[in-house]
């Protein structure tokens, strides 16, 4: 014979489930938007916190005004989740298009997630009345609170190491969508016979589903539009990995790469970049070499490498294996790496850079620091004292090593923040630059252990297309409206003032 307890618990376990299904979308859709906003504007700390915190005070909204909904709760909880299930599963298309296409990114971006956030905290309390009419409210508040904290931490999971990799932002968006669409419809089953308007309810939710799956079906599509949209050139690949968006470009003979929406390269004018990066560092050491490359998983720094035949070994730490993969399969990469990947020399090692140096005992006369500016807080460490002291204790005592170093003339205080945490860490510092027509010009910094050397010293030693003797003892030379490493502040992982410096530069020439 059932007992009343028993029926309390089969009856509240159909809306304990909705709550944790719910509670993975509430979170992924917060994750998405907080997601794209870094993607197109930078700056992830700052992105995200403006999303949390906007999203939660829309829930407290939306759980505030959940006390005015007296009656009909399960067939209001359906509306929500439908609401949700179009919005929630529309945004990643959405916030792209109105960057790509409306130019109204911010907006737009504020609206959905109020919009998203005011639904979402309908949710918990709407599920908590439902229980608790089958139960005491203590025990009611108590299951469907552990139920929504679950789902949040596997929605939290499930995002950056399965979702995003494998699906992208805008069909992430479309799928949970559908996560949403399934309670509406799932409840609406169990309950249609004590639910009102049910033909109303149930052709909504056939129509919700209807417009979701052909997002699904769709996305290759909506994707190759909007990246139309977002670059300037033909896309000719595009992948999302684990840490980042891939993105070639083909415009005639000009082949870009960008990483998260960050041109790396243009074949046009890479030689510049490349050879500057390289050879005055190399020129300066002579007898066998072993060199340490930080970042460059395109291949190129590795191909100017190769002209040195005094190299026993490089190893190349790149974070994402996607990227290092690709160059050593794409046609339109190895025509400018030239295969370097396939000398025997050559070692890969897909690590984060900072805990390469951190964990690794091994060390080199060279050490090339290849890697994008530091706009979000996973690259500012890369950039701090503490990672160039780590770069310093890798280094032979007779080692040199060169830095990109982003722009001494658009962000001119990054630069010589960058040149003084080098010169804190120890080294003896030379900055230079260069121009390169699709960056601008361009900086670096050398730094020596154990000795110090003059401009004039650099001897090009190998064949180049831009750099004579001459032309790299002019890369030492710097105009007078550049700002002087004096007024420059140093760069820690306690104090990362790099990163906003680095936004409030770059924010004049966007």
């Known amino acids: 014979m059932e007992t009343k307890g028993n029926r309390n618990f089969s009856n509240k376990i159909p809306f304990l489930t909705c709550a944790f299904v719910v509670a993975i979308a509430s979170i992924v859709y917060e ?11 930078g700056n992830s700390v700052y992105q995200f916190s403006i999303t949390i915190g906007l999203f939660m005070t829309s829930m407290g909204l939306g759980s505030l005004f959940s006390k005015y909904i007296e009656e009909d709760l399960i067939f209001k909880f359906m509306l929500i989740e439908v609401a949700l299930a179009l919005i929630g599963g529309s945004c990643g298309l959405i ?26 905290g309908f949710e ?37 190491i399965l979702l995003l990799p494998r699906l992208g932002f805008i069909k992430t968006s479309y799928i949970i969508g559908i996560l949403n669409i399934i309670v509406a419809a799932y409840l609406f089953i169990k309950y249609k016979g004590n639910l009102r308007k049910n033909k109303m309810i149930f052709i909504v ?18 994707e190759a539009f909007l990246e139309r949209k977002l670059y300037r050139d033909k896309v000719v690949f595009s992948s999302q990995t684990e840490y980042q968006k891939i993105v070639i470009t083909e415009d005639r003979d000009d082949i870009r790469l960008f990483l998260n929406g960050n041109i790396q390269f243009s074949s046009k004018d890479e030689y510049r970049y490349h050879e500057s990066l390289v050879h005055p560092a190399l020129s300066l050491l002579d007898g066998d070499k072993k060199i340490l490359i930080l970042g460059g998983g395109d291949g190129l720094a590795i191909r100017e490498v190769l002209k040195y035949s005094d190299i026993q070994e490089i190893d190349l730490v790149d974070l994402d294996k996607s990227v290092t993969d690709l160059a050593k399969t794409s046609e339109y990469l190895l025509k400018f790496n030239q295969d370097s990947f396939s000398d025997k020399r050559v070692k890969i090692i897909n690590q984060d850079a900072y805990q390469y140096l951190e964990t690794s005992k091994k060390k080199y006369d060279v050490i090339l620091v290849d890697l994008p500016d530091p706009n979000n807080e996973s690259l500012n460490k890369l950039y701090t004292v503490t990672f ?56 670096f910094n050398i730094g020596t252990k154990g000795f110090r050397f003059n401009p004039a010293d650099i001897k090009i030693k190998v064949a180049t297309k831009f750099l004579t003797d001459q032309q790299a003892e002019n890369l030492f030379v710097f105009g007078q409206d550049i700002l002087n490493e004096k007024t420059a502040d140093i760069n820690t992982l306690i104090r990362p003032i790099l990163i906003r410096t680095y936004y409030n530069a770059w924010e004049e020439y966007n």
């Open 31 to 41: 994750l998405i938007i907080g997601g794209i906003s870094s993607y197109l504007l």
């Open 124 to 160: 918990l309390p709407l599920v908590t009345r439902i229980v608790g009419s089958f139960n005491q409210l203590k025990d009611a508040l108590a299951n469907a609170t552990a139920a929504d904290y679950i789902g949040g931490l596997i929605g939290s999971i499930a995002f950056p």
């Open 95 to 120: 916030l792209f298009y109105s960057y790509a296409v409306l130019n109204s990114y911010l907006p737009i971006m504020f609206l959905l997630t109020v919009i998203i956030g005011t639904l979402t």
């Open 388 to 443: 160039y002291r780590f770069v310093y204790e890798h280094l032979n005592d007779q080692g040199i090593m060169a830095a990109q170093s982003t722009s001494p003339y658009f962000a001119a205080e990054c630069f010589w923040i960058i040149h003084n945490t080098i010169k804190e860490a120890g080294f003896y510092t030379r900055p230079y630059h260069v121009y390169i027509p699709s960056f601008g010009d361009w900086g």
């Open 205 to 222: 939710i056939m129509l919700v589903i209807v417009i979701l799956m052909i997002g699904v079906f769709t996305v290759d599509d909506t």
